[in-house]
């Protein structure tokens, strides 16, 4: 792992455009981690009373709506894509026998792509979605 010396960050990779995907990908995920969370924590706790959030105002408001769901969703699916990918530049790391890493990394993609389809389930089948709204 070569470490830039000014950022102490990992560098770009040099090696195959995959790498270099996943780099950007990388990036691009906490990027839109930070614009995500950061309009879900003012909503929840500057827009909205966090003392007058009920498990009921939350279905019935934010819920019911499918922007809101959509949203909710989406800031889901990048913090597992951005774990995802982080944890799979950690293993690469870490794991050097190239069976052992392909074992692993294989173990790493299942599992994310489980809990992707699991996030989607829930928060598309979660009672409180109504069809007309929007």
Same mark, same amino acid.
């Given at each position: 792992m070569a470490l830039n010396p000014i950022t102490r960050a990992r560098s770009k990779p040099t090696g195959g455009r995959g790498e270099t995907l996943v780099w950007y990908l990388t990036r691009v995920s906490a990027v839109a981690l930070f614009v995500l969370a950061l309009s879900h924590f003012s909503i929840t706790h500057f827009i909205f009373d966090p003392s007058e959030q009920t498990a009921e105002w939350i279905a019935e408001n934010r819920w019911s709506s499918l922007?809101?769901? *959509?949203?909710?969703? &989406?800031? &889901? %699916? %990048? #913090? &597992? $894509?951005? *774990?995802? $990918?982080?944890? /799979?530049? #950690? &293993? *690469?790391?870490? #794991?050097?026998?190239? /069976?052992? /890493? %392909?074992?692993?990394l294989t173990g790493l993609y299942l599992l994310s792509i489980i809990l992707f389809v699991l996030g989607t389930a829930v928060v598309f089948t979660l009672p409180g979605l109504d069809a007309g709204q929007a």
């Amino acid at each position: 792992m070569a470490l830039n010396p000014i950022t102490r960050a990992r560098s770009k990779p040099t090696g195959g455009r995959g790498e270099t995907l996943v780099w950007y990908l990388t990036r691009v995920s906490a990027v839109a981690l930070f614009v995500l969370a950061l309009s879900h924590f003012s909503i929840t706790h500057f827009i909205f009373d966090p003392s007058e959030q009920t498990a009921e105002w939350i279905a019935e408001n934010r819920w019911s709506s499918l922007f809101w769901r *959509s949203f909710d969703w &989406l800031m &889901l %699916m %990048m #913090v &597992l $894509l951005h *774990s995802a $990918l982080g944890m /799979r530049t #950690v &293993l *690469s790391d870490v #794991v050097r026998p190239p /069976r052992a /890493r %392909m074992v692993v990394l294989t173990g790493l993609y299942l599992l994310s792509i489980i809990l992707f389809v699991l996030g989607t389930a829930v928060v598309f089948t979660l009672p409180g979605l109504d069809a007309g709204q929007a």
